[in-house]
């Protein structure tokens, strides 16, 4: 069946490559080791941009390098949400409740890209722009729009969980389950060497 997968981008991160050796990801050979009888026509990835961080100011250098590796793949489209970083007051923790001290901490959050994920999962599937769709996700903020898809334009959505334990209410409703394993993503990584038209670069030293 032709096949368009849709991924949660800080979704995937966080539930299956952070802290692991795996996060230059090849995220079209990802998607046909698990779905290995299905058409892949598209692959549609949701993040935003990252800000420089004081403890890592690495690390939006590292996420624009990946985002040059996924332009590589030419069934990968990148659909960007926001990043944002506010101030936030918060109690300090084992404060005394009748005389509470407070800090100021940074708080992250990340806009949009569920939005987006559950427009175009939405609107390719009532565009006919495919015959089956999969959701990499553990997020059930998406199982809305998973069940329009499945009960109202009766087609196939299935759930690829990245996360160690899955979203029952995604489960659920999902056509298909599969878990993102480590071995899928030992057989998912990108060369360390890739090159584009702005030339040749390299996979970040830390991962």
């Known amino acids: 069946m032709k096949t368009i997968v849709y991924i949660d981008g800080f979704n995937l991160y966080y539930g299956a490559v952070k802290g692991t050796p795996y996060k230059w990801l090849d995220l079209d050979r990802m998607c046909r080791l698990l779905l290995p009888k299905n058409q892949i026509i598209k692959i549609k990835y949701f993040t935003a941009r990252i800000g420089p961080r004081p403890h890592d100011p690495g690390q939006q250098a590292r996420q624009n390098i990946y985002l040059r590796a996924l332009r590589t793949l030419p069934n990968v489209e990148i659909i960007f949400g926001s990043f944002l970083v506010k101030p936030r007051r918060a109690m300090l923790a084992g404060s005394n409740p009748n005389n509470p001290q407070y800090v ?99 996979r970040p030293a830390p991962w």
């Open 104 to 202: 100021c901490v940074l708080r992250t959050e990340e806009k949009g890209s569920d939005v987006n994920l559950a427009t175009h999962l939405v609107s390719d599937g009532y565009k006919g722009a495919y015959e089956a769709a999969a959701v990499v996700t553990n997020d059930s903020d998406l199982l809305e729009p998973i069940k329009l898809v499945r009960y109202e334009l009766n087609l196939p959505v299935g759930i690829i969980n990245p996360h160690k334990h899955p979203s029952q209410r995604l489960v659920k409703h999902g056509s298909f389950f599969r878990q993102i394993r480590k071995g899928v993503l030992v057989a998912s990584q990108l060369p360390n060497t890739l090159q584009d038209a702005n030339g040749v670069f390299h």
